[in-house]
């Protein structure tokens, strides 16, 4: 294998032999694999594989614990994008299908050489990386290269259970371009796909790696802030509103301005779900577009009001 022009590909071994765990490491390692950990029960490496975030888990179908590796696959589908090879000293066909229903990518069946091993693991990372590609085309927006709505009503329920997993909290904020209507009416459609492009750039530029924007659908943006205080999560918005109000927006020799209405929720404060969380933040936008637009408004206690209908 080529480890000079081509980056390692890591590899969590999930193994509860230690003898066979450490073999099986050193094989790996002399392929040109790297190794960046191992758990010899699944409950240790559902914890591995968020933390080390693996290109590819290698694991043992039969695990001492309360969790095989069946069940463990299911859970690390839910938490990761990391495919999963199962080991096993059985070739039973009834495991085998299970294995494939856990939404596994290969499976070996010990021992095995190592040119197996190898084959397996190509296999695997090639199909993985071609399900991307094609999963790439479902969930972006080809305006502006954002996620899109698809994308976000996977992430929200998966991002609501990593905050409730890490005692954490999230945001959650709806973001309006305000009177985006007028300016497509007033410049026409084509500026209105380069404002989009631009604002959906600024607000991608604004935020963390670990944070989320996604296109909800129109003029409207969401944006996911992992692991944020209530009491820091409507100045970051603010932030981005104040760096889109500063922008000029280049097209046909005109400057374009705009400006953003938004509103933030918190999980969980204002819902653990994600249809709860979701419907708290759009109230708050709301609010902002009663309030004169151009402005952050934070989700009311439940109880409140409800939304008014606008002409946004």
């Known amino acids: 294998m080529e480890t000079g022009t081509k980056k390692q590909k890591r590899i969590l071994i999930v193994e509860d032999e230690a003898l066979i765990a450490m073999e099986l490491k050193d094989r790996l390692e002399g392929l040109g694999y790297a190794v ?17 975030r693996p290109d590819l888990v290698l694991m043992d179908i039969s695990l001492a614990g309360k969790m095989n590796g069946v069940e463990a696959a299911a ?9 999963v090879v199962f080991l096993s000293a059985y070739s039973d066909p009834t495991l085998i299908a299970r294995a494939a229903q856990s939404g596994s990518f290969g499976y070996l069946v010990k021992p095995f050489e190592e040119r197996e091993l190898c084959a397996t693991i190509e296999m695997a990372l090639a199909r993985h990386a071609e399900g991307r590609r094609l999963r790439a085309q479902t969930v972006i927006d080809p305006l502006t290269g954002l996620h899109n709505r698809r994308f976000l009503d996977e992430a929200l329920p998966r991002e609501l259970a990593r905050a409730q997993r890490e005692g954490s909290e999230l945001a959650v904020a709806m973001l309006d371009i305000d009177y985006f209507k007028q300016l497509n009416d007033t410049h026409g459609h084509d500026a209105g796909d380069q404002v989009l492009r631009a604002v959906a750039e600024a607000i991608r530029d604004a935020l963390r790696e670990s944070d989320l924007v996604c296109r909800f659908g129109g003029e409207e943006f969401t944006v996911l ?16 509103c104040d760096g889109i109000r500063a922008m000029r927006i280049a097209y046909h020799g005109a400057e374009l301005r705009v400006t953003l209405s938004a509103g933030v929720a918190m999980a969980p404060r204002d819902g653990i779900s994600a249809e709860a969380v979701v419907r708290a933040a759009d109230a708050a936008l709301y609010r902002a577009k009663r309030e004169g637009r151009d402005r952050v408004c934070v989700a009311e206690p439940s109880g409140s009001a409800a939304k008014q209908k606008l002409t946004l």
């Open 36 to 52: 960046c950990g191992r758990a010899a029960h699944a409950e240790t490496a559902l914890e591995h594989v968020v933390a080390l």
């Open 75 to 83: 859970r690390i589908r839910d938490l990761s994008e990391s495919p």
């Open 225 to 240: 802030l992992p692991a944020t205080k209530p009491e820091h999560a409507p100045g970051k918005v603010q932030a981005v």
